[in-house]
């Protein structure tokens, strides 16, 4: 947190890092590798994109490790673009996170789709004025990232695969713990603190609001418009697509539609309208052959 | 008759706008069809991203509709990116990029800069009463440019960006380039909802 002395504005509070996930709600954020795809993904009212150098698709495809990308590159798409940029840092990566907010990018994901720099921590998130976003797969993760700083949540599902299965267990996961937390009395949350795994002012603070402190998207698998308008059936506040505009037969088209999916989300002649024409889907892998050393929803803890 | 108050929605922070309505006892909706604008009063364009909601409004009809319902002089409020859907021009955004109109001003976007750039401050508003307002800027415009019927009534005071203004009123149009909604201070919008009940019941005694 740091303050202008010559005025009482003080960048960096949880509230602005909160806010700002609040103003992409009912919005796509779409993994972009190069300017130009950036400005598709901005032609077709994308509210954000992911900066990164290969999407999971191609990283799943490449193997060996996944990285936070070349500053050269996200500046390139800083530039193109007026709509927000995020990037990735490794999971426990602290010094690419540094990086990542000295070239100015407006969210980091702290993400497992790269391969982890530390296997017992997070980044401490707390100090740095850039918000981070970062992948649950139940409440009790979701709530460690979000003590450890993180200003939004996003399902992990299993990324790079096009297939959704691994997102709405997540999502349903996620809500159906904060269910379960409103049931309880006030004696049994103590209990349940303990069960998550997750600091009791939080669960507590849940059980009473029904829902998460920060904004909850999903992720990981998404890549048709009916995806998108399920994974906010099932209570997402907005979408991350990864490969699955860039991998498919016409990006242009299919980022307009799940755009529009994702706002009529529960209007069964929209979404079917604007699943007409869109050619091929991203090919896509099912996650039940996928050895356990190549899930990425299994990184993080 | 009740005041209704419309939210759009089609993108951004559509709900907390929505709980700050109701907290004021007004029947408050979200609409994101031409039919849902018939059906209120008054409308408030959300925070959030306005290349998406401008895109958004054009494709699927909403944008003619409420520029000529504000035309035609339906109150309404804007925060964030709905200060830029209810300017006349917009610097810094898209070439295509399309606004609803109301306030006669050149709104300038991201004009404090980057999130990192964000900010809380405290600014005095004009008409609203009691102590300064904590305002929550976020990747936040400012107007540029104010036409003459444009009442000003709120500027950034200190640091580089001191004098810029960030909130105006024109008629029955307000707008801000901060969240009063993220910051459960409810007086922008008491201030709005008090402009939106004395036209209903302006226009129920004609």
Redesign the interface.
């Given at each position: 947190m740091s303050t202008?002395d010559?005025?009482?504005?003080?960048?960096?509070?949880a509230?602005?890092k909160r806010?700002?996930a609040?103003?992409?709600?009912?919005?796509v954020i779409m993994d972009v590798v190069t300017p130009d795809q950036a400005k598709i993904a901005?032609d077709?009212?994308?509210?954000?994109v992911m900066a990164l150098e290969r999407v999971p698709a191609d990283i799943r495809a490449q193997g060996g490790l996944a990285r936070m990308s070349d500053p050269d590159m996200i500046d390139g798409i800083i530039e193109a673009v007026?709509?927000?940029v995020m990037a990735k840092a490794r999971i426990g990566h602290f010094v690419e996170a540094q990086v990542l907010?000295s070239l100015?990018v407006?969210?980091i994901d702290e993400s497992e789709v790269l391969s982890p720099a530390d296997e017992a921590n997070h980044i401490d998130k707390w100090p740095f004025?850039?918000?981070f976003v970062c992948g649950a797969t139940n409440l009790g993760e979701a709530l460690r990232r979000i003590s450890e700083g993180a200003a939004m949540i996003r399902s992990k599902g299993e990324a790079g695969t096009g297939n959704v299965i691994e997102a709405t267990r997540h999502m349903r996961q996620i809500r159906a713990d904060i269910r379960r937390l409103s049931t309880l009395d006030e004696t049994e949350l103590y209990a349940a603190a303990k069960e998550l795994r997750a600091p009791y002012e939080l669960v507590a603070e849940i059980a009473g609001s029904g829902r998460l402190p920060v904004v909850l998207f999903t992720a990981g698998g998404i890549a048709t418009p009916a995806d998108a308008a399920m994974m906010m059936q099932l209570g997402a506040e907005g979408v991350f697509v990864g490969s699955g505009i860039f991998k498919s037969g016409d990006p242009v088209k299919r980022a307009s539609a799940i755009?529009?999916a994702t706002?009529?989300h529960d209007d069964p002649d929209v979404i079917a309208k604007v699943s007409r024409g869109l050619g091929e889907a991203m090919v896509g892998i099912n996650v039940s052959t996928l050895p356990e050393s190549e899930q990425f929803a299994k990184r993080g803890w | 008759m009740d005041l209704t108050i419309g939210v759009l929605a089609l993108q951004g922070d559509v709900r907390e706008h929505l709980l700050a309505l109701a907290e004021l006892g007004v029947l408050a909706r979200p609409v994101r069809r031409p039919e849902e604008l018939d059906s209120v009063h008054a409308l408030v364009v959300p925070g959030g991203e306005s290349t998406t909601m401008s895109k958004l409004a054009v494709d699927f009809g909403l944008l003619e509709p409420v520029r000529e319902r504000i035309a035609a002089g339906m109150p309404a409020y804007g925060s964030c990116a709905g200060m830029i859907m209810l300017g006349t021009t917009v610097l810094d955004g898209r070439p295509d990029q399309r606004t609803f109109g109301g306030i006669d001003m050149v709104v300038r976007r991201n004009a404090f800069g980057r999130q990192v750039d964000s900010f809380e401050t405290d600014v005095v508003l004009d008409g609203i009463e009691g102590h300064a307002f904590r305002t929550v800027f976020i990747r936040a415009p400012w107007a540029e440019e104010v036409g003459p019927q444009v009442e000003v009534l709120g500027r950034i005071e200190g640091g580089p960006a001191d004098g810029r203004i960030v909130a105006v009123r024109q008629g029955r149009v307000m707008a801000t380039a901060f969240h009063p909604e993220v910051t459960g201070d409810l007086r922008v919008h008491e201030a709005f909802v008090d402009l939106a009940r004395g036209v209903l019941i302006g226009s129920a005694d004609e």
């Open positions: 202008d010559s005025t009482t504005a003080t960048t960096g509070t509230r602005v806010g700002m609040d103003m992409l709600k009912g919005g901005e077709a009212g994308a509210v954000a007026s709509i927000p907010q100015g407006d969210y004025t850039v918000p755009v529009q706002t009529f | -």
